[in-house]
């Protein structure tokens, strides 16, 4: 499997497929791929829907999940979070 490097999300449309109680739940949202004093190189992925404005963060020393490349209009990319992966993603309010 090639590996796509988070800087290649940076305005791109994301799909979160994340594990949540055993159920797959979707958002959809926006990359922005920017450096952090505290936490390096982060994915910040800003989705907007019935929940309300927030953002999942990807730090991209800690990233070890598969990016995978979109098979519709819809997004550009996909990235499914288990509830076994790293608990270094953060979920931030906006």
Known sequence: MVTIPLQRLHNRKIQL??????QLRFFQ????????????????IHVADQLGEFSF?????SWKGPVIPGTSKEYDYMIQLTESEPRETTLLNS
Not at 29 to 41: I, L, Q, S
Not at 57 to 61: I, S, T
């Open 57 to 61: 963060v990807l730090q991209e020393a």
């Open 17 to 22: 497929a994340i594990e949540i109680d055993q």
């Open 29 to 44: 949202g926006k990359g922005e791929y920017e450096f952090r004093p505290d936490a390096g190189w982060v994915l910040i």
